[in-house]
């Protein structure tokens, strides 16, 4: 999805599952960087759209081509001393604009939309590995976000060390011309000791929303934690 705005699979009308088309459902992907939400979001989009659904892939932060110019300063690791309070407020614009733009009217069309990474993410990384807490980021999802819920969030789980390593050997392949366009490294370069935070702001939000937030273990293959997935899914959701 580099450098895109939210991508659209259409399927025939006459595929769609009635009750879709009064409200769609919004599912979201959350974990450590390198976890293997973009692989795993992909393998599902095509699931649900082969059962007959129309899916937007989107990703935060990012989504809009708005939200994709707030991505650049916010990942670029050129981008120095930015306040952590400005960081939060730049992820929070670019979801603003990602609801009213893309999201919102999606799910009024009874899509189902499959975003990388949504409010968690900022809870996770700002409120906790930033030490921002909790509070402040519900507040402003709140006011900023119509405090809009996913039906569902999938939450990879792995090991930090391995999953953060695994970012930094990706982002380091992207420099020597891969399939990033440019320089995302700024979290990657941060701390095993934020990494850790990050992990445990994670496990705070899936003990709280244990209705919404589903951890599934993404330590073995792509193929076995694909499957699991999909169970999730079909059980939450039934699509
Ligand atoms: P992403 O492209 O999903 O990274 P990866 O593929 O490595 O998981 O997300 C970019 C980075 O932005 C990631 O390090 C997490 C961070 N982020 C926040 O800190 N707060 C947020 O609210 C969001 C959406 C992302």
Known sequence: ?????????????????????????????????????????????????????????????????TGEKIRKVLLDSSTAGLAPLAEMALMFAARAQHIAEVIEPALAAGSIVLCDRFTDSTEAYQGSGRRLGSEAVRELHRVLCGNLQPDLTILLDSNPGASVDRARRRNKRTAKGGARSHDENRFEQE?????????????????????????????????????????????????
Request: contains cysteine.
């Open 191 to 239: 701390t095993r000791a934020f990494f850790a935070r990050v992990h445990e702001g994670y496990l705070a939000i899936a003990a709280r929303e244990k209705g919404r937030v589903v951890m599934v273990d993404a330590r073995g293959t792509p193929a076995q934690t694909h499957q699991r997935i999909v169970e999730v899914v079909r059980k939450k959701l039934r699509v």
């Open 1 to 65: 999805m580099e450098g895109r705005s939210a991508e659209c699979r259409g399927a025939p009308a006459a595929a769609m599952i009635p009750q879709m088309s009064r409200r769609g459902k919004f599912i979201t992907f959350e974990g450590l960087d390198g976890t293997g939400k973009s692989t795993q979001m992909r393998k599902l989009a095509a699931v649900v759209w082969d059962a007959g659904h129309r899916v937007i892939e989107t990703r935060e932060p990012g989504g809009t081509p």
